[in-house]
Nanobody
Framework: QVQLVESGGGYVQTGGSLRLSCAAS????????MAWFRQAPGEEREFVAA????????YYADSVKGRFTISRDNAKNTVYLQMNSQKPEDAAVYYC????????????????WGQGTQVTVSS
């Protein structure tokens, strides 16, 4: 079992920045691919970014490429999502997820999920 707890959500103006964190506990964090997904009201959950276990390959949705950066600190069992140049369409509940499948980018490939953290972007 892996327990995931997100933090860092909040309110930001268009063009602003936020950094989300996801702290993991349980089984060996370094062995999991980690990802962020988001879900806006009335929308399906969508992939945002993922980072593999070593060598830490990263993947991004086209909508966030160049603005968001995913990273991980295996010593702290934490994955981060730095969100810059935010847009109103980035507003959503952001979820952290863990998968034992290398390169996973579909929600169905992720086994463990956090409870989510709300990000609100004002125009």
């Amino acid at each position: 079992q892996v327990q995931l707890v997100e933090s860092g959500g909040g309110y930001v103006q268009t063009g602003g920045s936020l950094r989300l964190s996801c702290a993991a506990s349980g089984r060996t964090f370094s062995s999991y691919a980690m990802a962020w997904f988001r879900q806006a009201p009335g929308e399906e959950r969508e992939f945002v970014a993922a980072i593999s276990r070593f060598p830490f390959s990263t993947y991004y949705a086209d909508s966030v490429k160049g603005r968001f950066t995913i990273s991980r600190d295996n010593a702290k069992n934490t994955v981060y999502l730095q969100m810059n140049s935010q847009k109103p369409e980035d507003a959503a509940v952001y979820y952290c997820a863990a998968s034992d499948k290398r390169g996973a980018r579909r929600a169905s490939e992720y086994t463990y999920w956090g409870q989510g953290t709300q990000v609100t972007v004002s125009s």
